[in-house]
């Protein structure tokens, strides 16, 4: 039997213990034992986060109101929306945005989910401030980095623009009786659109954070949600077996990573690739707990059967019409890789494959005993970057950490030895035991040129070592695959990749006031440590390595110094 037939066997014999236990009905009806039974705290977290259900319910009767509100504000002469947020508030946005772009007439969508001041800077010198609207996106409104971009982004317009029309410029979309709502009221925003608090950060594309910005661009969301609707039928409660593809998918995904194929290997049409960035969040932040959790790897160049180990699943997602790795995949199949595929007619479809992923992933979290609605290392993450600023604020400098190894401009730091960089690096990476991942984490200002080289490094890793590969911006990746990365059973070998900051931005302190006790230099190192020290407290291995003045070059120093 091969690996892939063995799985399917696994997986329809899980899918008859989930009939009986009647999973499906369960779900639907909202039961929290399915996760955690008998844990108190975790049920309150689960009762407080199936929301994602009822969208249709609840969200459609507002559709038209929110249709109505964007053609308002494009007919107020807004060309331009910058959404400010982080992981499940921003990253819908932003593939929908990549995915379909902005109907014509409509307002193009930038989103900003980095601290970098490059981002950051690159961002406010293109803006046209009298025709955007900013919307601040945070389901809690605490989270430290919308918060410091609005402060920054609200000062700009209410300096270009007078206090008064500022306001009108920002919309929030947050949970009722948030510190953001609150803000939101005090300084006259165009609007506040407030969710329903029983929906998470990354379940909540069906809901105003996904459907807001959507509307904005034009997109026509009925049709989205039509899509999701129909998705939501076909995984409806009466079907409890293969037939529903939401359960089905589940019971693979958790199974795999039961058998050891814990890496979930995304392989999408060109135009469908930015899906993968909302895809990892989902799986990463719900699975990733309790020495647990399944590794999604997206943007991973397919490699023959050869590079790949017995810990991957590839799931294929298919364009109507455009190719995903078609001849590759056949190879792995043939290999006895398993190989899941999903067929899209239009890009629309998407609205349908949020709803099966938020149910696959709620599934597989049954499947793996864990709360797959909580994120206890991101939360922690937050609290650690409120704290180090509030500590830099009162110390002005941030912890000092000594180089292991100085060469040519790059400074190397953490758990790393050897005579040269190639030495410490061959050090680092033989500890990889069959089954780990390797993860580059970089802080750096994310732009087209700064991906390709990592991808390139990420590539020449991937080869040589066979090992899964991950790669992430920092601090976004934190509200996403940053809770896997400590949570999980500790395979990960992380580097993390900083730079000089050439240019620097304050962050207000206040509103409507000029000083400034942190930077976003500041706070973007103050993340990087920040993680790092977590890492090495959960017992990852982790180092960190300062590429110097000039990304590029630093870049192509360490491809070099790879072994
Ligand atoms: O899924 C999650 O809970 C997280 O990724 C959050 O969406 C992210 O941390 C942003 O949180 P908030 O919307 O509260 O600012």
Known sequence: MTAAEALDDAVRRRLARFAEEGVMARLWDADTSLWKPGDDAHQRVVARSLGWLSVFRDVRPELGELEAFAADVRGAGFRQAVLLGMGGSSLAPEVLSRIFGSAPGWLDLAVLDSTDPGAVLDLAERLDLGRTLFIVASKSGTTVEPLSFFKFFYNRTAEALGARAAGAHFLAVTD?????????????????????????????????????????????????????????????????????????????????????????????????????????????????????????????????????????????????????????????????????????????????????????????????????????????????????????????????QKPVLVEAGLSLFGQAAGASLREALQAFLAQAEPGAYLALQAYLPPRPETEAALQAVRLRLRDRLKLATTLGFGPRFLHSTGQLHKGDAGRGLFIQLTADQPRDAPIPDEIGSTASSVSFGVLETAQALGDGQALAQAGRRVIRLHLGAEVGRGLRRLKEALP
């Open 176 to 400: 009722p009786g948030s510190l953001l709502a609150g803000q939101a009221e005090e300084h006259g925003f165009r609007a506040a659109l407030l969710n329903d608090p029983n929906i998470g950060g990354r379940y909540s594309v069906l809901s105003y954070f996904g459907l807001a910005p959507a509307a904005m661009m034009g997109l026509t969301v009925e049709r989205l949600m039509d899509r999701a609707e129909a998705a939501a039928s076909a995984c409806g409660p009466e079907r409890a077996g293969a037939d529903n593809p939401g359960l089905y998918l589940g019971a693979i995904m958790g199974q795999a990573a039961l058998s050891g194929r814990d890496k979930l290997t995304l392989v999408a049409s060109d135009r469908l690739a930015p899906f993968g960035d909302w895809l990892e969040q989902l799986i990463a932040e719900s699975t990733g707990k309790e020495s647990k959790g399944i590794l999604p790897v997206v943007g991973e160049p397919l490699g023959p059967a050869k590079a790949y180990g017995p810990d991957r699943l590839f799931v294929q997602l298919k364009l109507a019409g455009q190719e995903a790795g078609d001849r590759a995949l056949a190879g792995l199949e043939e290999a006895g890789q398993p190989v899941v595929r999903l067929e899209l007619k239009d890009a629309y479809d998407l609205g349908g494959q949020f709803f099966l992923w938020e149910l696959a992933t709620a599934v597989a979290g049954r499947l793996l005993a864990i709360n797959p609605f909580d994120q206890p290392d991101v939360e922690a993450a937050k609290v650690l970057a409120r704290q180090s600023l509030a500590e830099y604020a009162r110390k002005g400098q941030l912890p000092e």
